[in-house]
């Protein structure tokens, strides 16, 4: 119901956006500016959840009627995506994992819930999927939203075998023209997107990707190739 609402007032709220929203964020800030001095502003986001709630660029594609890709592998979120998008012909949603190489990857993701808050938690990493159920985010999430908990915990993370495009092979196939904004939030596999990336061939004007789940050494490294 929610995203039926949101799709059909689309209309009112892009003009609502160009009216009264600023852009706050420093980050936010630089893609407005480039955003607004683009005739046509080229994005591709990878781990876009279902492309609305808490998403870091909804309003930008709205308001700037934005082209590009968004990727989101589980079924669930994507299916809230696809549907946001249904009649945007300039949004290509896309299920897919993005990787350093193509084939099939298990993406680990909780069992026991298709929430937003627990789709936004899966991980090409168990580790880091694991990490959310020992400092208590899991349950604390759980109980908020009153979902209720498997009593094995072993049973909390489960795991879907599923389809990866090799970032490169992504980019150079759609984006032949140019990238303006590259944006990966995938929960602890940003810096090794990052560290696969081919520069030399396309180079987006604007990278932002999640850091919270990035070691700090790895970190360095994407800051340096950057």
Same mark, same amino acid.
């Given at each position: !119901? ?9 209309? &009112? !709220?892009?003009? %609502? ?34 492309? !609305? ?22 079924? %669930? ?21 993005? =990787?350093? +190489?193509?084939?099939? !990857?298990? &993406?680990?993701?909780?069992?026991? +819930?298709? %929430? ?6 899966? %991980? ?34 489960? +795991? ?15 984006? =032949? ?21 081919? &520069? ?27």
């Amino acid at each position: !119901m929610r995203f039926a609402l949101i799709r059909n007032a689309e209309p &009112l !709220m892009r003009l %609502s956006y160009r009216l009264f929203w600023k852009p706050k964020d420093g980050l936010d800030k630089a893609i407005d500016l480039v955003s607004k001095n683009s005739d046509q502003f080229n994005f591709l986001q990878i781990g876009a959840n279902d492309g !609305m709630i808490n998403d870091p660029i909804y309003k930008f594609i709205l308001r700037d009627s934005w082209t590009g890709i968004r990727v989101e592998p589980l079924p %669930s979120p994507f299916k809230k995506l696809s549907y946001l998008h249904g009649r945007n012909d300039r949004i290509l949603p896309l299920q897919s994992l993005v =990787a350093d +190489s193509s084939g099939e !990857m298990e &993406l680990y993701h909780l069992s026991f +819930s298709n %929430s937003r808050w627990a789709t936004g938690i899966a %991980s090409l990493d168990k580790s880091n999927l694991q990490r959310q159920i020992d400092n208590g985010y899991v349950e604390g999430r759980a109980n908020k939203y009153g979902e209720k908990l498997p009593v094995d915990r072993e049973t909390w993370i489960t +795991s879907s075998t599923l389809r990866v495009l090799e970032i490169n092979e992504l980019i150079g196939q759609n984006f =032949a023209n140019g990238l303006d904004l590259l944006q990966i939030d995938v929960e602890g596999f940003d810096h090794k997107l990052i560290a696969a990336l081919n &520069l030399d061939a396309i180079k987006p004007k604007l990278i932002r990707f999640e850091h919270l789940h990035i070691p700090e050494n790895e970190l360095s490294n994407c800051i340096e190739k950057l």
